[in-house]
């Protein structure tokens, strides 16, 4: 049985000045309404390098719990439910364990297909430019966010509830909720807003997102990404995360370190495969520090949408373990080669379903789900195994790093056996003037 966690609700702005309008009187977050706006602000630390050490100064008395950003995303969260801002109480849809060696996770979401925002965009190219006449987030109310989330501007993390936006911060990064929620505590992470980026990865915003897993401190606590043409429905860069209290399937699953050699100066990164996984993927891990890591995911994720090949990304365990899943279900679809029968179910298989959270729509569906149904959907969206090994290769070279072929792997092992048979060499006496 999954257990939904209720935290006290923290008082937000909107709850002490809802009476007052400012900009345009929609109280939006376009360049009217927001550079005038008071939205709390969540400041991160400047160099985490352990979630341990997360210490928050908050601007008011008393002192904050150890996971102070997971309670306060939590309690705006449920504050902007009691004011009825979703489009469905999610914490009423069903969810259960399917049955079998993976566990995957069953939901019944009958309402999102209906009342989800339509996509606008083709789905044939990953990179298209921002249209402003489109829907995006500039458009959404202010109500709908919880708080701004910015860098501090020293080694520690801080909170104000009400924070008049500055000059410097015209171009807010903030959490706003989802409105069609898959899960409890479904937010939105929307970098730089005010700029209008388009549904793409750049290094400063996947840094951004990394730093909010880390910050949140709580291993049920996924971001996700899809790229468009991978089930993104909005052209305006966001990241999703909600909480989800067990594992998913992707991230029990094995993996196979792929045996690299560095053409650039070794970041510690490690990068494996999935196996027995019905979607091929990479997982990144390690790195000697966040931004480390978080650059070596982003320069793959580049390469891919560079090159028009759609993917979905997973940032778990606080921030520490990533998994990329290049995908063609979208293009399986549009030639014809995805049964009928799994698209009578309408599900696209976006990040959440490919890490194992299956969202169904229909009852028949939710009450017949099972591990070989689920198996057989993901399986479409994986790339063949000769395209992913191309994929493959393109990824390490975004990286800095390239397979290494088994005569070499025999030849350095042969090397460090050469090294420690060898006599040490004397040291040379210093000397002194």
Not at 4 to 10: F, G, L, Y
Not at 153 to 169: I, L
Not at 233 to 258: D, G, S, W
Not at 318 to 334: N, S, T
Request: aromatic share 10%.
């Amino acid at each position: 049985m999954l257990t939904i966690k209720r935290v006290p609700t923290v008082v937000s702005n909107y709850q002490e000045e809802a009476s007052e309008s400012l900009g345009c009187g929609r109280n939006c977050l376009g360049h009217c309404c927001l550079p005038v706006s008071k939205l709390p602000l969540y400041t991160f630390k400047k160099n985490v390098k352990d979630s341990s050490e997360a210490r928050v100064e908050v601007s008011s008395e008393g002192q904050p719990p150890a996971a102070f950003l997971d309670n306060l995303l939590l309690g705006q969260w449920e504050d902007r439910m009691s004011q009825g801002l979703f489009r469905y109480d999610v914490t009423l849809c069903e969810t259960r364990i399917i049955p079998g060696n993976y566990g995957f996770i069953a939901q019944l979401n009958e309402g999102r297909h209906m009342k989800k925002r339509p996509t606008e965009f083709r789905v044939d190219q990953v990179l298209q430019p921002f249209d402003e006449n489109k829907f995006n987030f500039t458009k959404i109310g202010q109500e709908e966010v919880l708080f701004r989330f910015e860098q501090s501007n020293d080694n520690n993390a801080r909170y104000f509830p009400v924070s008049p936006v500055t000059a410097d911060s015209n171009s807010s990064s903030v959490v706003a909720i989802n409105v069609s929620p898959i899960e409890y505590g479904h937010v939105l992470l929307i970098p730089h807003v005010l700029d209008c980026l388009p549904q793409r990865i750049d290094h400063d915003s996947f840094l951004l997102a990394l730093h909010m897993a880390k910050e949140a401190a709580d291993p049920f606590f996924r971001l996700g990404y899809n790229s468009l043409g991978a089930f993104a429905t909005i052209n305006h860069l966001h990241f999703q995360a909600y909480y989800l209290m067990a594992p998913f399937p992707v991230e029990k699953a094995p993996t196979e370190r792929i045996i690299r050699r560095g053409k650039l100066p070794n970041s510690g990164v490690m990068i494996s495969k999935m196996l027995n996984y019905p979607v091929q993927g990479f997982v990144f891990e390690g790195g000697n520090s966040m931004k480390d890591l978080s650059d070596t995911v982003a320069n793959s994720c580049i390469f891919l949408q560079n090159n028009n090949i759609p993917y979905n990304v997973l940032i778990s365990d606080c921030g520490g373990r990533i998994f990329l899943f290049p995908q063609c279900f979208a293009e399986k679809q549009a030639l014809g080669e995805v049964s009928q029968e799994l698209l009578d179910t309408l599900v696209n298989p976006a990040v959440w379903e490919i890490s194992g959270h299956m969202v169904l729509k229909r009852r028949e569906d939710y009450e017949n789900a099972s591990e070989e149904y689920a198996w057989r959907l993901l399986a479409e969206v994986s790339l063949s195994e000769e395209r992913f090994q191309e994929v493959k290769g393109y990824v390490l070279e975004a990286a800095g790093l390239q397979e290494a072929d088994m005569e070499e792997i025999q030849e350095n092992e042969r090397d460090r056996e050469e090294d420690f048979n060898k006599p040490p060499t004397p040291r040379a006496t210093p000397t002194f003037a």
